[in-house]
């Protein structure tokens, strides 16, 4: 009798053990799981922020309509930062501490993440940044930080390798040199250096430029073939428009700061003056891409008026990495199980991203394969193929 | 000589637009002895009604440039009566406050009422884009016309204050507000003119300025600040200074960063501006009026 009561004991102790460890994380019940997410959901940051969340919210109904994960429907908790350091941290805090989340999708603009990194830090929720990319939100890694967006390291490193793949001899750099330009131009000279190449011209140019005629002569003189532009919009676009308007025509690589080659064109304003313009994407569609016809669909049922955009991406490909680490934990979720999966996660392909998804337990930019998009003048936008780096 | 020419020609096309913006700062402090901090969000805001009247409402580039000027005196003298006129007795330190106040309110609005559309706003050019050729210098053609423009603002802004009555109290109450006064000049009406002028020029400048850039809520504060240099430069009082200013400005950069590197861009005017200081610290064209005894 005793030897017969042992096997169901044990299951009903194993259970209750599970149940009570289950009842005691917070953000799960036994039918739902509790995510927050943070950025802008007004201001100008939005784009990095209310998008992408979007773009988490349709992958979410698509699982929940589906069953959920492990029978537990996902539940999204929105939080805003305005793009706001101090609004960055509160929001975590009232995620973690009033909404109390099991885990944590988000991050739009890099200053806001950065500033909030300790908090996500010591508050241990699983954390998927989805557009961020400050080096110092994953470098150096927080055992629960984790990031789908292509850091800005790995944008600069992506940057030289392309432009070596294309054959490139003399390669220069403009560069902005605020915290945003630095941020990548550090890490550009270092790959650099680690190639062994020195800069053929090394320019700057001001973020509110109006005129880069110095800068193209200089560049020019130098006998650059390949310039690599740690620059915004508005700078690359003078740029660009003073090259055409003095003859020169380099192979011309943005980051994703220019992260839509059609407003740039447009922005630009002369005819053919981006046709050797190339520019790095996070994720390996555009929105027109009738492979994202799903997705567009999905969104814009969802939240009238929107149409979809390649932030709507961002938070769809992180979502679905999101998805699969919460699958991967199992039945039995905690938050150390979720932190292990992602740092388990090797080659995971999503429906958005160019290169599969990797991190491990040292590395938690799991997204090191950015894409380059370009524009023919007047034309579609296509993407030309991705460069893995970093790994 | 090729270089030295491409670069005289943009330092002068960017210190034309500095110029211009050095006007208004010197028109209304010339009249009121308040420097105007608001200025570059005069010329961001109707830098943005100018676009909004061009590319939203698909008016012409010249209607487009008139009604934004308009709307740039309006908004000027809008100011005056709302911000500056109730505290105009009060000390300069709350005046020039109440400018950058102003500032911040434009900034704001022009965020709620343009923000959202893209990141950067472009004009389409009034030219061809293509560049031509005068003699063996590549020009783009909406360089010139912003030149040529400019020229003319000037030019009438220089007739305005030299032929007209209205140009003419305002030089007056510049030179002595009381006297003025007690001559029968309504200085009051005087300020509200010269507030209104101030933000017309910005808006010329502005709607000038756009199809060579692209615009955006913080586009004001650079153009200001070399604005601002061009007029400490010229004088703050002086109108032909405000002009030179500009040009020097604009050139100084251009060739610093063409012949010496572009990280010295930046640096270079301000460098200009203090050894010109140092040696005559009234400014290029103002000078001290003696007192006689």
């Known amino acids: 009798m005793r030897k017969r009561l042992a096997g169901p004991t044990t299951l009903f102790a194993a259970a209750f053990v599970v149940s009570a460890a289950t009842a005691q994380t917070p953000g799960i019940t036994a039918d739902t799981i509790k995510i927050g997410t943070f950025g802008a959901l007004t201001g100008p940051g939005y784009l990095y922020g209310k998008l992408p969340m979007n773009g988490v919210e349709v992958v979410f109904d698509e699982i929940n309509r589906a069953g959920g994960i492990h029978g537990r429907k996902l539940q999204l908790v929105r939080e805003d930062d305005r793009c706001d350091p101090t609004a960055a941290i509160g929001a975590v805090k009232k995620l973690v501490e009033q909404d109390q989340v099991f885990a944590i999708i988000g991050g739009g603009c890099s200053n806001a ?52 793949e294309q054959g490139a001899k003399k390669i220069a750099i403009i560069s902005m040199r605020d915290s945003w330009g630095r941020a990548r131009y550090t890490p550009l000279i270092e790959a650099f250096k680690a190639k062994g190449i020195t800069p053929t011209a090394d320019e700057e140019l001001s973020p509110d430029a109006n005129d880069a005629t110095a800068q193209v002569l200089r560049l020019k003189a130098a006998g650059a073939d390949a310039v690599l532009m740690l620059l915004y919009p508005k700078p690359a676009a003078i740029f660009i428009r003073d090259a055409q308007k003095l003859g020169f025509k380099p192979l011309s690589l943005g980051q994703t700061g220019i992260a839509d080659p059609a407003a740039f064109e447009e922005q630009v304003g002369v005819p053919g003056a981006t046709a050797n313009f190339r520019t790095i994407s996070q994720v390996r569609y555009t929105p027109e891409d009738p492979k994202m016809d799903k997705w567009r669909k999905l969104v814009e049922a969802k939240f009238p008026g929107d149409r979809l955009s390649v932030y709507n991406l961002f938070g769809i490909g992180s979502a679905e990495v999101l998805v699969e680490a919460l699958k991967r934990a199992g039945k039995d979720l905690t938050r150390e199980k979720v932190v292990d999966a992602f740092a388990n996660m090797k080659d995971f392909a999503t429906e958005v991203y160019a290169a599969p998804i990797t991190c491990s337990a040292t590395d938690h930019r799991c997204n090191k394969g950015p894409a380059w998009m370009a524009k023919e003048p007047g034309g579609p936008i296509k993407v030309l193929g991705f460069t893995v780096v970093g790994q | 000589m090729l270089l030295f020419s491409y670069l005289l020609m943009s330092g002068i096309t960017t210190g034309a637009l500095y110029a211009l913006v050095a006007l208004g700062i010197v028109v209304v402090n010339k009249a009121t002895g308040v420097i105007n901090f608001a200025q570059g969000e005069f010329f961001m805001f109707t830098g943005f009604v100018g676009w909004m009247l061009h590319v939203q409402f698909g008016m012409n580039y010249p209607l487009s440039f008139l009604l934004a000027v308009t709307v740039g005196f309006l908004l000027g003298t809008l100011t005056d009566r709302i911000a500056f006129r109730p505290i105009a007795k009060t000390d300069i330190v709350s005046l020039v406050l109440a400018t950058v106040g102003i500032g911040f309110i434009l900034k704001g609005l022009a965020r709620v ?57 305002m030089q007056a109450t510049a030179d002595n507000s009381r006297a003025a006064l007690l001559v029968g000049i309504r200085t009051d009406r005087i300020y509200t003119l010269a507030f209104g002028t101030g933000a017309a020029i910005a808006a010329a400048a502005a709607v ?8 955006y809520p913080d586009i004001g504060f650079a153009f200001f600040l070399k604005g601002f240099a061009a007029a400490v430069l010229g004088g703050l009082t002086s109108l032909p200074g405000a002009v030179l200013g500009g040009l020097i400005v604009g050139i100084a950069e251009s060739l610093a960063g063409g012949y010496i590197h572009s990280s010295v861009m930046e640096l270079s005017p301000f460098l200009v501006i203090m050894i010109v200081l140092v040696l005559r610290p009234t400014g290029l064209l103002s000078f001290r009026k003696a007192r006689r005894v």
């Open chain 1, 113 to 164: 993440t950065f500033a909030a990194k300790d908090t996500l830090e010591a508050s241990k929720v699983p954390t998927l940044i989805f557009a961020s990319v400050h080096d110092g939100i994953t470098t150096p890694p927080a055992a629960n930080i984790f990031s789908t967006a292509t850091t800005s390291t790995i944008e600069s490193q992506a940057q030289l390798a392309y432009a070596i």
């Open chain 2, 113 to 169: 009422i343009w923000g959202g559309k893209a990141d950067y706003l472009s004009f389409p050019p009034i030219t061809s884009p293509e560049p031509i050729m005068v003699g063996s210098l590549m020009v783009i053609p909406q360089q010139l016309a912003v030149l040529a423009g400019t020229i003319i603002i000037m030019l009438i802004f220089a007739a305005f204050f030299r032929l007209t009555r209205a140009g003419k109290m």
């Open chain 2, 208 to 215: 000038l300025t756009a199809p060579l850039t692209l615009l």
